[in-house]
């Protein structure tokens, strides 16, 4: 019996100090510069938000937080070395709608959007907006779609590439309505834009970005966004929903996650800085200038949302038959 009293001894008083042990490792953090990954090449909008948040990490924290890119893939190459970095909280990922949208558009996709990362937050979003060139007599999205019902394949719709939010909102718009019209996936945000002010594709699905100034300049005509809410870049112009077509939600996201397994502690102490990084009056400035909403959420709430976005997507790329990248 004695024995058995002090081996139970024995094991309290272990578990006592690694129960002590895992708050004070947490406490210490950061004691040294932390990597954060961008799986896109320098300048782009998941760029500056990351270099904007690290920045702000770095004068809270008193440690260095340096960014370093990764593009290639679609955002793989750069995901997928957070997904198998150390879970110390010294790698930390800032990804676009990239993140939720690779696993289904990829055949082998090589990480997992849950197995291989714990959410930290959703810093921001901006949604994708619905434009025209000025010279296409419509002015409201239903007189859009009375245009296509009408003369079906006439009119093609410009997109971002492949994958890519804007695209994957379109395919949504026209399988929700029933609309046979041809995608046409550009290089990027700015060929595709250029396409539509030019009126070689008088149609296009684009991130809010890229379109705003064009809007504001007179050279596009927004008819819709696809948020839940109006958007702070171009107040005046509806939701889709507001224009009566429902379930059509699609945005850019910019979230922050970390390898699975990092400490808790750590998890919540990055979402706490973040969450008040978001709130500063010179970050909600640059979120503006960028087309971009603060969000800042929790990690249970940015969990739940990777979750949806990931079989939303999923659902759009079977039923549009687009196909997986080998």
């Not at 004695?2 to 139970?8: C, D, F, T």
């Not at 998941?46 to 679609?74: C, W, Y």
């Not at 930390?92 to 930290?120: C, R, T």
Request: hydrophobic residues 45%; glycine residues 6%.
């Amino acid at each position: 019996m004695g024995l058995i009293v002090r081996s139970l001894t024995a094991c309290a008083a272990l578990l006592a100090t690694a129960l002590a042990a895992a708050p004070a490792a947490a406490a210490g953090y950061p004691d040294h510069p932390v990597k954060v990954i961008v799986p896109f090449a320098a300048g782009g909008p998941t760029d500056v938000m990351a270099r904007l948040i690290g920045q702000k990490l770095s004068e809270s924290l008193k440690q260095q937080f340096f960014v370093e890119n990764h593009p290639g893939a679609g955002g793989n190459i750069g995901m997928t070395l957070a997904a198998r970095a150390n879970p110390d909280g010294y790698t930390i990922l800032v990804a676009s709608s990239s993140f939720v949208v690779n696993p289904s558009l990829y055949a082998k996709n090589p990480y997992d959007p849950f197995q291989d990362f714990a959410p930290v937050t959703l810093a921001a979003a901006s949604p994708n907006v619905l434009v025209v060139n000025p010279e296409l007599p419509v002015r409201t999205v239903q007189e859009l779609v009375t245009l296509l019902k009408a003369e079906p394949f006439k009119y093609p719709i410009a997109n971002p590439g492949i994958g890519t939010t804007p695209q994957l909102a379109a395919e949504l718009f026209k399988l929700a309505l029933k609309l046979e019209a041809t995608s046409v996936p550009f290089g990027g945000a700015a060929p595709a834009i250029q396409s539509t002010v030019a009126n070689q594709t008088p149609i296009a699905f684009a991130a809010m970005p890229p379109a705003a100034p064009q809007v504001k300049g007179g050279k596009l005509r927004a008819l819709a966004v696809t948020s839940a809410k109006r958007s702070a870049a171009l107040p005046d112009v509806p939701t889709l929903a507001e224009s009566g077509i429902k379930e059509q939600e699609s945005e850019t996201m910019q979230g922050v996650l970390v390898p699975a397994k990092t400490p808790k502690a750590i998890v919540d102490q990055l979402n706490a800085e973040i969450v008040k990084a978001m709130a500063l009056p010179d970050v909600k400035e640059k979120c503006a200038q960028l087309g971009f909403d603060p969000v800042a959420n929790t990690p249970q709430e940015f969990a739940a949302y990777v979750k949806k976005e990931v079989e939303k997507w999923r659902n759009v790329i079977r039923e549009a038959k687009i196909p997986q990248i080998k």
